[in-house]
Structure formats: C-alpha cells, structure tokens
C-alpha cells in the first residue's frame, strides 16, 4: 500500500501558527508522527507540503498510477480550490480529507470544501490524530 500524504498552505507553520487552534506542535513533528505509523503498519509513505496550488495539483497528477490512496489536507484551498478537486477526480486515487481543526465550529467561509465532493471521508477537528485514523480508513 502506498500512500501520498499531502499538506497545504502555512502547514509547514505548525508550531507557531496560532498554537490555541492547530496545538504546539510543528510540522516536523507531524511528518515524524505520520512515518513512524506507517513504518509500524508497514505503509510506504511519501508527505509533501506546499504553499503553492499549482504544485499541489501536479503532485496529484504526478500520483497517477504509482499511489493507492491520498489523504489530503488543504489547508486555506479546501474552501477555494476546484483545480485541486479536479486533480483529485481526473487520477481518481481513493482520497481521505484531514483537517487539524473543528472546521465545522469556525468561521462560515469555513463551511464549504471542495474536496469534500470527491473524498470518501472527511475528518476533522481530531489533531494529528486525523492524518492516522485517514490512514487506518485507506488500510
Ligand atoms: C485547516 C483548516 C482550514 O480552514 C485552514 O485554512 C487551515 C488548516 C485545518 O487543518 O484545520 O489552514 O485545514
């Protein structure tokens, strides 16, 4: 099983980012706990963050036929982004939505995501935690 974990725009901010919402820990730490659970589960991982739409969507076509699932975070582009739903639809690569936060209990700009419509399952709001139980649904 081999499985592309990508994350958006100030992810790579973990740590500083306003800690009351996204926690104390950083990304360095996030991408630790992701690999350390897939090593144990015996997954082949590949974590990738990017500020950029343009290189999120190519790393989602570049996944075409050499990954089985994606578990996606999009941080800021969940709300905007149909080029990164479009990606996901055009490799068609079994896709799980992670969210740090409670998204449902932020902001109304928050509400909509265009993931979503193509993601077999969203979850939200569980922390690092998230990235692990998306992982467990692909398995
Ligand atoms: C986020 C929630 C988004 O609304 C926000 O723009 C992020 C992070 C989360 O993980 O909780 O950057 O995706």
Same mark, same amino acid.
């Given at each position: 099983?081999?499985?592309?974990? %990508? =994350?958006?725009? =100030?992810?790579?901010? $973990?740590?500083?980012?306003?800690?009351?919402?996204?926690?104390?820990?950083?990304?360095?730490?996030? !991408?630790?706990? *992701?690999?350390?659970?897939?090593?144990?589960?015996? !997954?082949?991982?590949? !974590?990738?963050?990017? =500020?950029? #739409?343009?290189? %999120?969507? #190519?790393? *989602?076509?570049?996944?075409?036929?050499?990954?089985?699932?994606?578990?996606? =975070?999009?941080?800021?582009?969940?709300?905007?982004? !149909?080029? *990164? %739903?479009?990606?996901?639809?055009?490799?068609?690569?079994?896709?799980? #939505?992670?969210?740090?936060?409670?998204?449902?209990?932020?902001?109304?700009?928050?509400?909509?995501?265009?993931?979503? %419509?193509?993601?077999?399952?969203? *979850?939200?709001?569980?922390?690092?935690?998230?990235?692990?139980?998306?992982?467990?649904?692909? $398995?």
């Amino acid at each position: 099983m081999k499985i592309l974990v %990508l =994350n958006g725009p =100030n992810l790579n901010m $973990l740590g500083i980012r306003e800690p009351d919402i996204y926690g104390r820990k950083t990304y360095k730490d996030l !991408v630790f706990t *992701i690999t350390d659970y897939c090593r144990e589960k015996g !997954v082949d991982v590949e !974590v990738y963050q990017s =500020n950029y #739409e343009g290189k %999120l969507v #190519e790393k *989602i076509q570049q996944a075409y036929g050499k990954f089985d699932g994606i578990v996606i =975070n999009p941080a800021a582009y969940t709300h905007t982004s !149909v080029a *990164i %739903l479009d990606a996901l639809k055009a490799v068609g690569i079994r896709t799980v #939505e992670v969210h740090i936060s409670d998204v449902s209990a932020r902001e109304d700009f928050r509400q909509i995501s265009y993931v979503r %419509l193509y993601a077999e399952k969203t *979850i939200s709001g569980l922390g690092f935690d998230g990235y692990l139980r998306a992982i467990d649904f692909l $398995l």
